[in-house]
């Protein structure tokens, strides 16, 4: 059973390379380019894991994440931060609002899927508070 991804990413080539990548590694994506959309589409097909942008339209990636957190159905599944945002302090306000993890950009195409099946083996499922 492929584990299903849910890219919620609005700027179109990190998006393709990211569903690229993970579509050769063996994942099923579903994507969605704001945050809005990206709830309504994992309370519709529950994801296995929800990789996360932080710079998003209307409402950002630390809002998504709290949104996440909130929602029963949705609460623990873990969620990864993908964010350029270089800013000292990002990894720990993205673990605050709620994610497992954190990867920065530029993604590293040769490491990334390895990253993401980390995560998903990852045994601490612990959902920050
Ligand atoms: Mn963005």
């Not at 957190?69 to 931060?81: F, G, M, N, Q, Y």
Request: glycine fraction near 8%.
């Amino acid at each position: 059973m492929r584990k299903r991804v849910l890219l919620i990413e609005d700027n179109p080539e990190n998006f393709f390379l990211m569903q690229y990548l993970l579509e050769k590694g063996g994942f099923q994506v579903m994507g969605a380019d704001n945050g809005w959309l990206g709830i309504e589409m994992a309370l519709f097909n529950i994801p296995d894991i929800i990789l996360l942008d932080i710079q998003l339209p209307g409402m950002d990636g630390y809002t998504v994440m709290r949104r996440l957190r909130s929602t029963p159905e949705l609460a623990k599944i873990p969620i990864v931060a993908v964010t350029s945002y270089a800013m000292a302090g990002n990894r720990e306000l993205a673990l605050q609002n709620g994610a497992n993890g954190y990867i920065e950009k530029p993604i590293d195409p040769d490491a990334f899927t390895g990253q993401i099946e980390a995560f998903l083996n990852s045994s601490n499922t612990e959902v920050p508070k």
